[in-house]
């Protein structure tokens, strides 16, 4: 019984999950749930390497001034 009651105020990145989701043939649920630790695959640390590095790389494109 170690379920946390602490919400999480975290903004996702929709675009990133729903490629991973759709890499993994997961729901984007149960890929957040991987991310945050919630879920303890071995792939776990793989899905969230993949999903900080998509989320970085959207980011730069978003927000690069040379457009």
């Given at each position: 019984m170690d379920k946390s009651n602490k919400k999480s105020n975290e903004n996702w990145n929709t675009?990133?999950?729903?490629?991973l989701a759709t890499?993994?043939?997961?729901?984007?649920r149960y890929i957040k749930?991987?991310?945050?630790?919630?879920?303890?695959?071995?792939?776990?640390?793989?899905?969230k390497a993949e999903y900080l590095e998509l989320k970085k790389n959207l980011n730069n494109l978003l927000n690069n001034d040379k457009l």
């Open positions: 675009s990133a999950l729903n490629a890499k993994y043939s997961f729901t984007s749930q991987c991310i945050t630790g919630e879920r303890t695959p071995i792939f776990a640390d793989r899905i």
